[in-house]
């Protein structure tokens, strides 16, 4: 099923169960309808319509998320990546490399420098007393950073790449801060804001 919001025609997908409730998400620009067997097209048809402004919200947050899985992102900036050169060579827009095994290889280790001098910096910056983090970087769909306070271990998802410095800067200071605050109380907030009082426009920007 196809249908107009906004001026721009989307595909629906309906998907039925036993359910008592409907729900509509946004995935890959479609709308994704899950409802129950008897709700009627024309039941979902008004529901998307009554929610129209909220659809549309979200239909943008999800281009926004699908540009930065389908384009090449780093630290905020996008570039164009062109194969089939010896050397690494990154200019204002564009990053000449050889072929994708080494671009990986090369962002790889360049991400673990970034990461670690950035961690190190506002580690020495705390004037709380807090353990020296074992950094580890990983891939994480639901979480940009996880401390553990009990092996010290402080996780950064590697995700964090695609985004301006800033944020990393913000989840990094999160992270460390729970080493104060195992929580997420007024008092940790506070610590957060102590070193970076703009974390709120980083938490939406990560939320894009």
Same mark, same amino acid.
């Given at each position: 099923? *196809? ?61 926004? *998320? ?65 353990? *020296? ?76």
């Amino acid at each position: 099923m *196809k249908l107009e919001l906004n001026g721009y025609v989307y595909d629906v997908e309906i998907i039925k169960k036993n359910n008592r409730n409907t729900y509509v998400r946004i995935k890959d620009g479609k709308i994704v309808v899950t409802t129950n067997y008897l709700t009627s097209n024309n039941s979902i048809i008004k529901l998307i319509k009554d929610n129209e402004g909220s659809i549309i919200k979200m239909i943008n947050k999800d281009s926004k *998320k699908m540009e930065k899985r389908d384009n090449f992102y780093y630290f905020g900036k996008k570039y164009d990546v062109i194969y089939g050169f010896n050397d690494v060579d990154i200019t204002v827009d564009k990053i000449y490399v050889y072929d994708k095994k080494s671009l990986d290889k090369y962002i790889n280790m360049d991400i673990s420098n970034i990461f670690n001098e950035r961690i190190n910096y506002w580690y020495n910056l705390f004037e709380e007393n807090i353990p *020296k983090p074992n950094l580890k970087i990983r891939k994480m769909t639901s979480r940009w950073g996880v401390c553990n306070i009990r092996n010290h271990n402080v996780t950064l998802n590697y995700n964090l790449c695609k985004y301006d410095i800033c944020c990393l800067d913000y989840v990094i200071v999160h992270e460390l801060s729970h080493f104060i605050y195992p929580n997420h109380s007024s008092s940790f907030w506070n610590l957060v804001a102590k070193y970076y009082p703009k974390y709120k426009e980083c938490r939406k920007m990560l939320k894009e």
